[in-house]
């Protein structure tokens, strides 16, 4: 990883299930193809990175981590290991520092030449022993981490390090310009070891030039992005399967690299990456629409059937759009969504062409669900099959709820279902704590309760 070159790949750094060497090994693949550089072994819940970091690994799993960084390496790929030590390093133990390098020579020997140090997800506070040590939490992570690079300087003379911060993001620093932890991270840490950032918030819908001129001003350097624009480690119930957007190219200037922690499904994830490896790479132009596309054209390849008739791009394009990001749909599920918003509203007796399209997409998606069954990628499947199916469950209620009031000529007396029964459609304890508190578009919460109390007392306030 040369000093100017961008750092462009991925960090495997969300909680739950590590990706398997096979998967990893295809993401090797695809990095490789798509001119990608850098892959940061940073899963989250592999005990020996996080939970129980001074633990070297037993002989089986190093021989195993070793096979993977010869994969990674042998792909012309950098390959990083991240320690997280945050949970309970002492920075001012000496053991604890012993640990750390001892930890770190463990991977030397088995082929790493590249690493990160994490602090992210962690109390801010310093243990009693460090408040005797250190002025602040800023000062003991920058000593642990410019140590730490020290010695690794001893060991690989071109050695450089990473360095995730406790605040990553602006909604945790609050603006950078007010930030004592970032203003003394910018000045205390030796000035080649690169910070991540991962925009205004963990999960950035659009990340702009200005932020992050403003945060380089304080860290003195540019940040390393950790994007989770497409994690969803946070809600299993969602899968992202758009394209990378809302970053601006010039953002490419300010920042010395992007490294995307994508879906922990890691079959959904050829789009994400394809697009990320498409954005660092494009000229004047970049619509992430238009790189949508193109790289659905490739995944396509993966959507083999065993039936004859298998998915086209049009079906494939349908489905991704209705898991497309965070905060936007694809346009058809856009469109889709508006019809069905719109038919509620009115009679059936004027439903037109937008009821004729609302069949129309129901009869699409039931075919396509149907045949994913078929898919050849049995692990592409199992990847996406919950989410495949708890849409299905969504869409086929409402078509089934349409015709039943289309029946009824628009009358509105409560519709049951046998196929879709109370406790066990939309049930279990956390649908049941989501019905007490539903979340408005707006993102404020009241308790239906509260607001029928208010109707029944003529507004007044209800406790
Ligand atoms: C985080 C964690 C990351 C997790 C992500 C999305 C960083 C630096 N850390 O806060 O491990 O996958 O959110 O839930 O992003």
Known sequence: ???????????????????????????????????????????????????????????????????????????????????????????????????????????????????????????????????????????????????????????????????????????????????????????LLESSIRIFWTGPDIISETITVESIRELQRVIRRKPLLWDNLHANDYDQRRV??????????????????????????????????????????????????????????GWLLSWKTHKTGGISMHELELFCDCFYLPFQSGSRAEAFLGDLQHLLKIPPGDWGAAGRRFEQLCSDLDGLFDKMTALKNRDLLYALYRHVWELREEVMLLRKYLSWRKAKSGARPRYRDAGYRSGIFRGGLAAQLQRLLPMDEEGCFRHPSLSVAKNKSNGSRAL
């Open 240 to 297: 992202y399967l758009g394209p990378y957007a809302g970053r601006p190219l010039e953002l490419r200037d300010e920042v010395c690299g992007i490294l995307s922690n994508p879906n922990c499904e890691f079959e959904a994830n050829y789009v994400p990456l394809r697009t990320l490896a498409m954005y660092a790479d494009a000229d004047a132009d970049w619509d992430p629409r238009a790189a949508y596309q193109s790289a659905l054209k």
């Open 1 to 187: 990883m040369g000093a100017g070159s961008f750092i462009c790949g991925v960090v495997e750094g969300f909680y739950g299930r590590p990706w398997s060497a096979a998967q990893r090994r295809q993401l090797f693949a695809w990095m490789r193809s798509w001119g990608m550089n850098t892959y940061l072994y940073a899963p989250k819940d592999d005990l020996k990175h996080r939970l129980l970091w001074r633990e070297l690994y037993p002989q089986n799993e190093a021989d195993e981590l070793e096979a993977l960084i010869r994969d990674c390496q042998s792909q012309g790929l950098n390959f990083i290991y991240a320690i997280a030590p945050g949970l309970d390093i002492s920075c001012s133990s000496r053991r604890d520092a012993a640990a750390l390098r001892k930890k770190v020579s463990q991977l030397l020997e088995l082929g790493c030449q590249q690493f990160a140090i994490l602090f992210d997800d962690i109390q801010p506070v310093l243990s009693p022993e460090d408040a005797k040590a250190f002025e602040s939490v800023a000062s003991a992570q920058s000593f642990v981490a410019n140590n730490l690079l020290q010695f690794l300087r001893g060991n690989v003379a071109a050695a450089n390090l990473l360095f995730c911060p406790t605040p990553y993001c602006r909604s945790m620093s609050g603006p950078p310009r007010h930030s004592d932890y970032l203003r003394q991270i910018g000045k």
